[in-house]
């Protein structure tokens, strides 16, 4: 007989382990631009039913949080070495990989399957090719290989204006490919904000993040540089007669902040701000403040001023 | 401080967890159903 210590069975992941692994946080905002893409959208003759709206935007953010799902998958070990994402649920034991894996598959393909079925299949077809972005391209394969990882895979994060935009037109146009642009344009001030205050975070996890490759003093010239070409190209859609002053003005302010604020993170560097990296925290904020006003500004730019 | 029953709270996960995916199944079928009707009208 054998006198093994009997293990206690771990117990199962909760629901709100499941919840986690989409990335809420993140999903909101993949929300917030998904509606502002398609309620931006022009409504013409035949404006979009409100169920199959919902229908978009539900099938929008269940594909961002199965590709989210398949990112932590594939991220555990890398996740267990950080303290910000040590006490996920899989690096914390809570749940085991391939639950995440095939609970990350199950959202991706049913979201993209009602999404053809339901909308369309060219949104369809573009949310496939995010989520394949995100989980493959980005997680796989950009990630740990490069320290452009952000620039290229903050695509990702681009598509879901444009989804929601395809959503209510059944067309890519200029405007949405402009929305996709903003977002890709400011995604890297707003991930290397971020990694200059946690990079030894990522060091500790072997991520070749920007700080950690090139140093701060590149890193900080590169958001600056970024935050330099995100100004006209949230101006466009006004410059070229897309939208109105309202939304025209809304981007001129806020660009106008974004810039301020990535000058005070590139230049006037003292021992003092380099060791509690106010600036950047300042930045990495108001660069969230920057996307959902920019965004509302455009909803709010098509509702009163047609 | 009372140790937890590791069966009853085996039990509870469990039962939170059929909870939501009853929610969210109920949830599909109404989104289903209102989306076929929507689409029938012309």
């Known amino acids: 007989m054998s006198t093994a210590p009997v293990q206690p069975i771990p117990l199962p992941a909760d629901w709100r382990d499941f919840w986690s692994l989409t990335k809420p946080r993140v999903m909101s905002l993949v929300i917030f631009t998904g509606l502002c893409g398609l309620l931006a959208a022009p409504r013409g ?12 935007i539900l099938c929008i953010a269940i594909g ?44 991706a393909v049913g979201s993209v399957l009602v999404m053809g079925l339901g909308v369309g299949l060219l949104a369809s077809a573009i949310l496939a090719f995010s989520i394949f972005y995100y989980a493959v391209i980005y997680t796989i394969w950009l990630k740990p290989r490069t320290p452009q990882n952000i620039v290229i895979g903050g695509g990702a994060g681009a598509f879901p204006p444009m989804i929601g935009w ?35 975070d990522y060091a500790a996890a072997g ?11 590149s890193t900080r010239r ?32 806020l660009g106008a902040a974004f810039l301020i604020l990535s000058l005070r993170v590139a230049t006037f560097r003292t021992p003092a701000n380099d ?14 403040v920057y996307l959902f006003a920019l965004f509302g500004a455009l909803v709010a730019d098509r509702f009163i001023l047609g | 401080m009372t140790e937890l029953d590791p069966n009853a709270e085996r039990q509870r996960i469990i039962k939170g967890r059929n909870r939501v ?17 929507v689409k029938k009208i012309p």
């Open chain 1, 222 to 253: 590169q958001i600056l540089i970024y935050a330099v070409l995100l100004l006209p190209i949230a101006l466009a859609p006004f410059l070229l007669g897309l939208t109105h002053w309202l939304y025209g003005l809304s981007a001129l302010l």
């Open chain 1, 45 to 56: 003759a035949h404006p979009i039913n409100p169920v199959i709206g919902f229908t978009a």
């Open chain 2, 21 to 37: 995916l009853a929610l969210v199944l109920f949830g599909l079928a109404v989104l289903f159903f209102a989306i076929t009707i």
């Open chain 1, 275 to 288: 060791a509690d990296m106010c600036a950047e925290k300042r930045l990495f904020a108001f660069s969230i």
């Open chain 1, 166 to 200: 395809i959503a209510a037109t059944g067309d890519i146009t200029l405007m949405p490919v402009l929305l996709f642009a903003i977002i890709f344009f400011w995604t890297p001030p707003h991930f290397w904000a971020l990694a200059l205050f946690v990079e030894t």
């Open chain 1, 64 to 107: 961002a949080g199965g590709a989210a799902a398949l990112n932590m998958w594939w991220e555990a070990d890398l996740d267990a070495k950080m303290k910000r994402t040590a006490n996920r649920a899989l690096p914390a034991g809570r749940m085991d990989r391939t639950v995440a894996r095939d609970f990350g598959i199950a959202l």
């Open chain 1, 207 to 217: 991520i070749p993040m920007m700080p950690v490759v090139a140093g701060h003093r």
